[in-house]
C-alpha cells in the first residue's frame, strides 16, 4: 500500500504517536481489512486507537470511531463476545457525544440490536432495537430509508424467536415505508418481499410464499442490467424447489439481514 512509505516519513519527522499518525494508521488498517488481512488490521487500527485516546481522551467521537472499526474485524471473525466490548464502548461514546436522540445514536442501536441477534440474546436485540425505532420515527416519521432496515431487523429478531405474526407485521411495515420512499420495483422493495415469502414459508403458506416469490422475482428481472444476473437465477431455484417439494434451501438470506455500519 502506499501509505507505508507516507507512514515511514512521518513517523521519522514527527514521532511515534504524533496525532497525525492515527489518520495514517486507520488507512492502512483499513486497506488490510478491505483484503480480509484482519491480524494486520487490527495492529494498525490498535495504533491508532492508543494515538487518539492519549491526544484526543477516551471520550472523543474518533476514539469512538476507532474503537467501531475495531468490533467490525471482531465481527466478520465471529468473535461476538469481542465485538460486543468495542460496539459498547463506541455507543456510550457517540451517544454521549451526539445526544439520546441523534440518529448517529439510533445507528449504534441497531448495530447493538444486530449484535444481539447474533448472540441469540433475542430479548436485548429487541430493547436495542425499540430504542433505535423511537429515535428515528421521532426524527423522520416514515420518511427515511433506516426505517426500512430497523423494521426489517426487528422482523428478523422476531422470527428467529419464534413471534411469526409480529415478524410478519414488521416486514410489511418496512414494506410499506420501502414502497412509499422508492416506488414499487426498487431493489430495496424486492428484499422486503423475499423476507415475507421466506416467512409464510417457514410457517407453511405456501400460496402466499410463492407469490411473494414471484414479486421478488418480477422486480429483479426488471432492474437488473443483466440478463444472466446471478440473483434472479438463484430465485429462480428457490421457486423451482418450492414449486417440487414444498422444501427449499435458503439461497438469500443475506437479505434477511446485512450489519448496518455506521
Not at 5 to 33: R, V
Not at 89 to 99: E, L
Not at 118 to 140: C, F, N, S, T
Request: some cysteine; overall charge positive; aromatic content about 12%.
Amino acid at each position: 500500500t502506499n501509505a507505508l512509505p507516507i507512514l515511514k516519513i512521518m513517523t521519522h519527522c514527527y514521532g511515534p504517536d504524533h496525532p497525525n499518525l492515527a489518520i495514517n494508521y486507520s488507512e492502512i488498517g483499513y486497506a488490510y481489512f478491505e483484503l480480509n488481512q484482519y491480524t494486520e488490521a487490527l495492529s494498525y487500527y490498535r495504533k491508532a486507537l492508543d494515538i487518539r485516546r492519549k491526544h484526543l481522551g477516551e471520550n472523543h467521537i474518533k476514539t469512538a470511531w476507532t474503537y467501531d472499526s475495531i468490533r467490525k474485524i471482531y465481527h466478520q471473525q465471529r468473535l461476538y463476545h469481542y465485538e460486543l466490548e468495542y460496539l459498547k464502548k463506541c455507543h456510550k461514546i457517540v451517544k454521549s457525544w451526539y445526544g439520546k436522540d441523534h440518529p448517529q445514536v439510533a445507528d449504534s442501536y441497531l448495530n447493538l440490536g444486530c449484535l444481539y441477534d447474533d448472540l441469540q440474546e433475542y430479548d436485548k436485540a429487541i430493547g436495542k432495537l425499540e430504542k433505535a425505532l423511537a429515535i428515528l420515527e421521532a426524527r423522520y416519521g416514515d420518511k427515511n430509508s433506516k426505517l426500512v432496515y430497523a423494521h426489517k431487523i426487528m422482523g428478523v429478531v422476531l422470527k428467529n424467536k419464534g413471534q411469526y405474526q409480529k415478524a410478519l407485521k414488521c416486514y410489511h411495515k418496512g414494506l410499506q415505508i420501502a414502497e412509499s420512499l422508492f416506488g414499487v420495483k426498487h431493489i430495496d422493495v424486492a428484499g422486503s418481499l423475499y423476507n415475507i415469502s421466506n416467512l409464510f414459508f417457514l410457517i407453511k403458506h405456501q400460496k402466499e410464499d410463492q407469490a411473494y416469490l414471484q414479486k421478488t422475482l418480477q422486480i429483479y428481472r426488471t432492474t437488473s442490467k443483466t440478463p444472466n444476473n446471478a440473483r434472479i437465477s438463484r430465485y429462480q431455484v428457490v421457486l423451482a424447489e418450492t414449486d417440487k417439494s414444498n422444501s427449499r434451501c435458503v439461497y438469500l438470506s443475506d437479505y434477511e439481514k446485512s450489519l448496518f455500519y455506521t
